[in-house]
């Protein structure tokens, strides 16, 4: 809770020094820890400035002087973000001019002092990758990262980068994340060397300057094309056309130094001329980067221009030893068709003879063919009417059996009627035993019973009869059954007899066929020497195809000849191109350094005209020479290599670019 508060406490006090202009805290905070001095905007003497200098000349870090200028300007745009956002008391869009500073302030910081590649295959490094491990560090990070990564139409990292800068602003995490990204050393030596801008104390100087941006509340749009095309150039002219972005003027009865070094006029010019230093510093670098990246693309251009030659060399004792085989491929392939024309008249006349064997042995063979085929023919329909035969002979011996099975059960019929009548005389028998001895006691019933008993006697002489004619039957039955078997017997043996025959036929069938294969066996090797004729036939071609591939190998090279000293010679074109800018860009870096920022005071009249200032003609800075002239003589606005944007140019000067543009487009 303790360090909490005191964190809150510090934000705080930290946020009251920004908005009120006082850069130049006091030298302890509550923990009792140094607050680093700012370079530009603290007020210092005339003698310690000049000392200080001194100590800065002998020492000359570049890498502190860039770490310098980041903290400088970075000191300077928070400053002139909050107090136009205090001004304006209105919610921030991407329109705003200092919020789009800021921004690009910040991809300065971020990118200063990234790891170049060590391979030649290895990727760029880039800052975003350093955003990326935000995440680990603080897990409230990854929606930032995440929503990032989902937005649509962003292509590059540094558009990525840009899009999560602008979210983290928005939701007032930025000083947040940029403190424990800065106090994780281990996870930064990663992506960045000893001497950046975020592992030194700078970074902490700019995570205290970020805390004020809190009260700023800002509706940004992320669009993926504006984000992943804008440009990352920083306009210092914003800061260097007036001194109150430096320094505010102090209260009343507060305006006089006391040391004898002047008001607070003199202070703000120093401090004018230290930013305008630093400016010009910054320019220097950018032009030193600039000249060295177009030597390392000239000594590549040579290095690629004398791989060239050697591959040249390559290809032209290449194409020697072509023309060497070529000729001795020619030599052989009029020595192979000499001897493959007389072995193919050697061929034919051999096929020619071989052709009549083949045609007489081949007419004979048919003739036997179709005898075998005959035979075989009429042989096979034979056999289907044989076939046929049995077949009809079995449904006949089917239908038999059939008959003598209904017979069977016909004579089953008969003989249990025979049993039912045997059984129905026997009960007769009885019942004329009961007449008998009932006729002694009914004598008037006797003629009735005779007459029924004659009845029965007559019944029993048809059924009688009835049984002799079934037996008479069941004997007819019997003898078909046999002659039957006996048909069938007759037809089973001449059946026996046709097999044999089929067997007699199948054996010569067989003979034939073995004929037939060996006949094949002939033809097979006959076709097996065409084939070899064929094949060296095809071979001949094939040294034919040989011999024109290698022609067109030839004119190919050839091509390529003619193309690689094409190259060769727009190579040279390029490198003198390229020789010519270097110069152009030499004498700019030239002028630049000669040039001379004039003081307001120490000009009294036009460096051209020689016309006197006043009220009416006012004092105009030419950006290219730093002269001062009226504004008849520096009405001309042309683009500089120091600023993206046309700034205000001298007559003199703007002849001068428009010479060395027009030779340089020419």
């Not at 995440?135 to 990292?157: F, W």
Request: net charge negative; aromatic share 4%; proline share 2%.
């Amino acid at each position: 809770m303790a360090s909490s508060m005191n964190e809150m406490n510090l934000k705080q006090k930290t946020l009251m020094r920004l908005a009120s202009g006082d850069d130049n805290p006091s030298n302890e905070n509550d923990e009792g820890l140094a607050w680093p001095q700012a370079t530009i905007a603290k007020k210092v003497e005339p003698q310690k400035l000049v000392s200080k200098r001194r100590d800065d000349s002998v020492l000359k870090n570049p890498v502190l002087v860039e770490r310098a200028n980041l903290l400088n300007i970075a000191k300077l745009c928070i400053k002139a973000l909050i107090e136009s956002a205090l001004e304006e008391g209105r919610i921030l869009d991407d329109e705003h001019i200092p919020l789009q500073q800021f921004f690009v302030v910040m991809e300065h910081i971020l990118a200063h002092g990234l790891k170049g590649k060590k391979f030649v295959l290895e990727k760029k490094k880039e800052f975003w990758s350093a955003l990326e491990a935000v995440e680990k560090i603080m897990p409230e990070a990854k929606d930032i990262t995440d929503s990032v990564r989902n937005l649509p139409g962003l292509k590059t990292n540094i558009g990525r980068s840009r899009a999560w800068l602008r979210l983290a602003l928005m939701q007032k995490k930025l000083s947040d994340y940029f403190r424990a990204l800065i106090e994780r050393k281990d996870i930064l030596g990663e992506f960045y060397d000893p001497g950046a801008a975020l592992m030194e104390e700078e970074a902490t100087v700019i995570a205290g300057l970020l805390v004020g941006l809190n009260v700023i509340d800002c509706n940004l749009y992320l669009k993926g094309d504006d984000l992943d095309s804008a440009p990352s150039v920083l306009d210092i002219s914003v800061f260097m056309k007036d001194g109150n972005y430096l320094e505010k003027p102090e209260e009343a009865g507060a305006g006089c130094s006391t040391d004898g070094g002047g008001g607070p006029s003199q202070n703000s010019d120093l401090s004018s001329i230290l930013d305008q230093k630093n400016y010009l510093e910054e320019l220097n670098r950018h032009l030193n980067a600039q000249i060295s990246s177009l030597q390392i693309r000239v000594k590549g251009l040579e290095e690629n221009n004398s791989q060239m030659k050697q591959e040249l060399a390559v290809a032209k004792n290449n194409l020697l030893s072509i023309q060497a085989m070529n000729e001795k491929y020619q030599t052989e392939n009029a020595r192979l068709s000499q001897d493959v024309n007389k072995k193919i008249e050697l061929v034919r006349a051999d096929m020619d003879v071989e052709r009549e064997a083949y045609n007489t042995s081949r007419a004979g063979l048919d003739s036997l063919y179709k005898s075998a085929q005959d035979d075989l023919q009429r042989q096979t329909h034979e056999r289907n009417e044989l076939q046929q035969d049995l077949q009809l002979q079995k449904s006949m011996k089917t239908e038999m059996e059939m008959a003598m099975k209904l017979l069977e059960k016909d004579i089953h019929e008969k003989q249990d009627t025979i049993v039912s009548l045997r059984k129905q005389l026997g009960d007769i028998k009885t019942i004329n035993l009961d007449l008998y001895n009932k006729l002694q006691n009914f004598e008037s019933t006797a003629r009735h019973k005779t007459d029924i008993v004659v009845k029965l006697e007559e019944k029993t002489a048809q059924m009688a009869a009835t049984i002799k004619a079934l037996e008479e039957r069941l004997k007819i039955c019997e003898n078909d059954k046999q002659a039957a078997m006996e048909t069938a017997r007759k037809l089973g043996q001449t059946l026996a007899e046709k097999d044999l025959k089929r067997s007699a036929l199948e054996t010569d069938l067989k003979i034939e066929r073995e004929w037939r294969n060996q006949l094949q066996k002939d033809l097979g090797m006959e076709k097996e020497l065409v084939n070899q004729l064929q094949k060296d036939v095809e071979e001949l071609a094939s040294l034919r195809q040989q011999f024109n591939k290698v022609s067109d190998k030839h004119t190919l090279l050839q091509q390529t000849c003619e193309e690689q000293e094409l190259a060769l010679t727009e190579m040279g074109s390029k490198l003198s191109e390229s020789q010519l800018k270097m110069d152009d860009m030499k004498e700019t870096v030239t002028a630049l350094d000669k040039r001379v920022w004039t003081s307001d005071k120490d000009s009294l009249s036009c460096m051209l005209c020689e016309k006197q200032f006043s009220v009416a003609r006012r004092k105009h800075h030419c950006r290219s020479c730093g002269g001062i002239y009226c504004n008849s003589c520096s009405d001309n606005y042309m683009p500089l290599p120091s600023s993206a944007k046309p700034v205000r140019v001298c007559d003199k000067c703007h002849t001068n670019l428009l010479q060395r543009y027009s030779a340089s487009s020419a």
